[in-house]
């Protein structure tokens, strides 16, 4: 393989290098391999892994969590239980999520986008697949007018009536 054409594994495990986390939680077989990996070489790391036939029973999470890595198992889950996993993870306070879905039918990228997900990297091949990342730190972009400043919006009082 070239660089420009990396494969999955390795986009996941830069990833892994890039938030260096303490606490790594997995699902799915290919995650499991790479968090399993990541433990041997940084054996501080609290792994975490979760059923991919029932994720859900994993939860609550007894600690945040830094990363999560999701392969091979939304394919296999309800849509209703897959977006019930993606959203745990986020609202428990998971500070990234990596999730590498093959391109089925039931998952379209607006599933993934109205959960805050952002579009990595597409892989194509035997079996296309996608990437999809969301990180807390830049979830929502700040905003000029979302701030104690502008948010009574003072210069229109007396100007216009809703």
């Not at 968090?35 to 940084?42: E, F, I, L, N, R």
């Not at 500070?95 to 990228?109: K, N, T």
């Not at 990437?131 to 400043?149: C, F, M, P, Q, S």
Request: proline residues 6%; negative net charge; hydrophobic residues 40%.
């Amino acid at each position: 393989m070239t660089a420009s054409n990396p494969r999955p594994e390795e986009v996941l495990s830069g990833l892994m290098n890039a938030c260096n986390p303490a606490t790594l939680l997995v699902c799915g077989d290919r995650a499991r391999m790479l968090g399993q990996s990541w433990q041997k070489a940084h054996s501080e790391t609290v792994l975490v892994e979760l059923d991919a036939e029932n994720p859900n029973d994993g939860f609550p999470l007894s600690h945040s969590i830094d990363l999560a890595l999701i392969t091979d198992s939304l394919e296999s889950l309800p849509q209703g239980e897959g977006s019930l996993l993606l959203g745990q993870l986020r609202n428990f306070g998971t500070h990234q999520i990596a999730v590498l879905v093959a391109d089925p039918e039931s998952w379209r990228f607006s599933d993934f986008l109205g959960l805050g997900f952002k579009r990595l990297q597409r892989f194509d091949g035997n079996q296309p697949q996608t990437l999809y990342v969301y990180n807390i730190a830049n979830y929502n972009h700040k905003r000029d007018w979302n701030n104690a400043r502008y948010w009574a919006n003072p210069e229109m009082w007396d100007k216009a009536r809703w």
